[in-house]
């Protein structure tokens, strides 16, 4: 089984490079963030012709996340605890995986209040999973986290330090997510510098080779001994209109 997650940083803007992707790739379960539209409104037809099943979860213009399947999709939660941005994402993809498809807020500059609520959604995403599931549930925890949570995780860590990407009070709400039983399923394989998974529009951050990893496959440890491999799509950043992102992708002996 291939899983597999990608900010597409609006779905309708790059649907033909998503549906070539999933056609070169074949992942099992995809998630998607930043899909930036509304239910009703999401193309649905395409990825149904290809086999998946789908739950969505969006609004206008921002956020929106997805869950791709080709397993059978069923307990589907939508929103943290009720929250209307949309986030968060989860659904059981077949009889035991559950998976959960995360937007995390970027912050905006530190010290805001877009800052806060980054660093008050981290906390909250760690009180569900202590309500909601145990580190022995076969669960994964996949999408744009927009922290990267080490120095290997950036180009360039000096000139990220101060910004809501790699500030350290970003990243210990990483880890106090990660300790409640969690394993980066990138790390299992690469010791690093990176992979990246991410690259500014500006400054020529991609020819730069100015990436950071903020884009994480997050599973426990049922689903962690199952991985055998995973890595990142670093093409899909290239060409004509692509996402700011590329894929993280792993594959499970599940």
């Known amino acids: 089984m291939i899983v597999a997650t990608w900010n597409v940083n609006s779905?309708?803007?790059?649907?033909?490079?998503?549906?070539?992707w999933l056609d070169?790739?074949?992942?099992?379960?995809?998630?998607?963030?930043?899909?930036?539209?509304?239910?009703?409104?999401?193309?649905a037809d395409p990825f149904r012709e290809r086999g998946y099943e789908l739950a969505v979860f969006g609004q206008k213009a921002y956020n929106g996340v997805a869950i791709l399947s080709r397993l059978p999709l069923q307990d589907v939660r939508r929103g943290l605890d009720g929250e209307q941005?949309?986030?968060?994402?989860q659904a059981r993809c077949g009889d035991r995986l559950v998976v959960c498809s995360v937007y995390v807020p970027n912050g905006g500059t530190v010290g805001s209040e877009a800052w806060d609520y980054k660093l008050r959604w981290f906390d909250r995403l760690r009180?569900?999973?202590?309500?909601?599931?145990?580190?022995?549930?076969p669960l994964l925890l996949a999408g744009d986290f927009n922290v990267a949570p080490e120095p290997r995780?950036?180009?360039?860590?000096e000139a990220w330090a101060d910004s809501v990407l790699f500030h350290e009070a970003a990243r210990?709400?990483?880890?106090?997510?990660?300790?409640?039983?969690?394993v980066d399923l990138?790390?299992?394989?690469?010791e690093g510098p990176g992979p990246f998974t991410w690259w500014d529009y500006r400054n020529l951050a991609f020819p730069r080779g100015d990436g950071l990893r903020i884009d994480h496959l997050l599973a426990t440890p049922p689903?962690?001994?199952c991985c055998t491999e995973a890595g990142v799509h670093r093409e899909e950043r290239k060409g004509k209109k692509p996402s700011d992102h590329a894929p993280v992708w792993a594959r499970l002996n599940l």
């Open 11 to 20: 779905i309708r803007a790059r649907l033909e490079r998503v549906l070539q």
């Open 24 to 43: 070169r790739t074949e992942p099992d379960i995809v998630c998607l963030q930043e899909t930036k539209v509304v239910d009703a409104d999401f193309p």
């Open 85 to 89: 941005e949309a986030r968060f994402l």
């Open 127 to 137: 009180a569900y999973l202590e309500r909601a599931a145990s580190p022995e549930t």
């Open 153 to 157: 995780d950036v180009a360039f860590p």
């Open 172 to 182: 210990a709400a990483f880890r106090k997510l990660i300790d409640w039983g969690l």
């Open 186 to 190: 990138i790390r299992l394989h690469h």
């Open 223 to 225: 689903v962690a001994a």
